[in-house]
């Protein structure tokens, strides 16, 4: 596990020039990015077959490249899945995010988890056919594989060269406490494909995003919050996990620690590496 396969998630730099991001990437020591194709992202799925190889020559001319794509695909048969995975796999992108499948409420778990796993394993098939991975992303409050149970459930049987666990420990830590997410982890450490870089801490009261009735949480650097990232890596170094890193700043709007510009974003990051780097 080292650094050749980091990058930064696109979602906060919306609002900068790609080349202008490169650019402080570059200078930041972040030499790849994981790029949103998702509606208002930095590419429309609509117009995937021009703006992604577009994105992808402006970013190299200023020494960055995709390392992964950011996407909203959830199923096989939307006539968009086939052509952001092949654009992309032209590109020589080899990983990729799903979307989500929001939870629908109590007493439809069982049903809904059929449901998915039926997709799943059609856009496994597709994967495979077209030369891509996916990475299906644990993400906390109401979608399907909050509980990274439900991920075990929906990836049984598939090949994690189509479709993997796309690990976020903080989401696992927030849904998980204080052991949830090491159980969670030993449960699927041979289907991790992809890590998502973030971190949180409790709040006393509800101004936050997610928690319960008294406590919510808020975004924070790395330094200062409560995810178990040592433990996390060293179990990672222990599985040989070598795919993408990508370092999500989450330091936009009322959810963050501080609300940061794109600019400010990049440089946060890059102190995380730096806190990440001591670790590994």
């Not at 988890?113 to 644990?138: Q, S, T």
Request: net charge negative.
């Amino acid at each position: 596990m080292g650094f050749d396969n980091i990058m930064i998630f696109s979602k906060h730099l919306k609002g900068m020039p790609l080349a202008d991001a490169a650019k402080m990437l570059d200078a930041a020591g972040i030499h790849a990015i994981d790029l949103t194709v998702r509606k208002n992202g930095h590419v429309e799925p609509t117009a995937v077959e021009d703006q992604l190889p577009a994105a992808a020559q402006t970013l190299k001319q200023n020494g960055i490249r995709i390392g992964m794509i950011t996407t909203e695909i959830t199923d096989p048969a939307n006539p968009l899945t086939g052509r952001i995975l092949r654009t992309a796999t032209k590109l020589g992108i080899t990983h990729y995010k799903l979307g989500y499948y929001p939870y629908q409420g109590f007493g439809t778990l069982r049903a809904q988890r059929r449901e998915v796993a039926a997709k799943l394993k059609d856009l496994a098939a597709m994967n495979l056919e077209i030369g891509i991975r996916g990475g299906f992303h644990n993400h906390c409050e109401d979608s399907l594989g909050a509980s990274l149970w439900d991920i075990d459930f929906l990836l049984n049987g598939i090949d994690p060269k189509a479709i993997g666990l796309y690990f976020d420990p903080m989401h696992a830590t927030v849904e998980g406490g204080s052991a949830g997410w090491l159980m969670a982890l030993d449960l699927l450490a041979d289907r991790i494909i992809m890590l998502a870089v973030k971190d949180f801490r409790w709040l006393n009261d509800k101004h936050g995003y997610g928690g319960g009735r008294l406590h919510s949480i808020e975004m924070c650097p790395l330094e200062s919050g409560n995810t178990q990232w040592p433990q996390v890596i060293e179990i990672l170094k222990k599985i040989n996990f070598d795919g993408p890193i990508s370092f999500h700043g989450e330091y936009q709007g009322k959810f963050s620690f501080r609300d940061l510009t794109s600019e400010q974003v990049i440089e946060q990051t890059a102190a995380d590496l730096k806190v990440f780097q001591s670790w590994l």
